[in-house]
């Protein structure tokens, strides 16, 4: 069973061209959400934590909100350094799922 | 937040040898863990490495092939054994700190594998 789904799997975005990320997670006792970037060759970049519903956190281009359910990651703008694999991870207990990533593409 | 180092920080083994990974990581940490990830895929959890304890391991790994160690609370290593080519791919430490619930990630290990 899937505890965390991420979509679309790539985006090819133009750069200022608005869009969001998809995360969905089930989990029971959910200890914080969290999203990544990774570049290639590197290790993930943590960028934020959400712990409830209606919780917000910006940085630069990008937003992550959080419902029940799911988060999104807006991205505002973006810039063709804005691209990498964005990856979501929730913390039940003491566990951590993390889903597949998407893979965004911003060209100039 | 955390800041954490792995060596090497890539190698090229031979089948049949072994090689160890380390991770350092700059404050004390509770939970540290090891990964695996396929170029292009997302990360595999191999192992949660204790301290003082055994290791526990994930679905389909086993410790006589990922044997781990962790003496302390900011030290842990990682041992490939028996590497085949199957076994080449990019390995990462992470660790939790003390009071915090998030998770940050050293630069990852590049192994490959002849």
């Known amino acids: 069973e899937d505890q965390v789904t991420q979509s679309p799997e790539a985006l090819r975005l133009q750069e200022g061209e608005s869009s969001s990320l998809n995360c969905s997670y089930t989990v029971s006792g959910l200890r914080g959400l969290f999203w990544y970037r990774q570049d290639p060759g590197k290790g993930p970049e943590f960028l934020f934590t959400?712990?409830?519903a209606g919780e917000e956190k910006e940085k630069e281009r990008l937003k992550a909100t959080l419902t029940k359910k799911e988060s999104f990651l807006h991205i505002t703008a973006p810039k063709p350094e804005d691209s990498a694999t964005y990856l979501c991870a929730v913390r039940d207990f003491n566990k951590f799922y993390f889903g597949s990533g998407t893979k965004l593409n911003v060209k100039p | 937040s955390a800041v954490i180092s792995q060596k090497p920080s890539r190698d090229i083994c031979q089948r049949g040898t072994s090689l160890t990974i380390q991770c350092q990581v700059d404050s004390q940490v509770t939970m540290m863990f090891w990964y695996r990830q396929q170029p292009g895929q997302s990360l595999t959890l191999i192992a949660t490495?204790?301290?003082?304890?055994?290791?526990?391991?994930e679905s389909g790994f086993v410790i006589d092939k990922f044997p781990i160690s962790r003496p302390n609370l900011t030290f842990s290593t990682l041992t490939v054994s028996n590497m085949s080519p199957e076994d080449s791919s990019i390995y990462l430490c992470?660790?939790?700190?003390?009071?915090?619930?998030?998770?940050?990630f050293g630069p990852g290990t590049r192994l490959t594998v002849l």
């Open positions: 490495a204790n301290q003082g304890s055994e290791a526990t391991y």
């Open positions: 992470s660790a939790s700190p003390i009071g915090d619930n998030e998770q940050f």
């Open positions: 959400l712990y409830s």
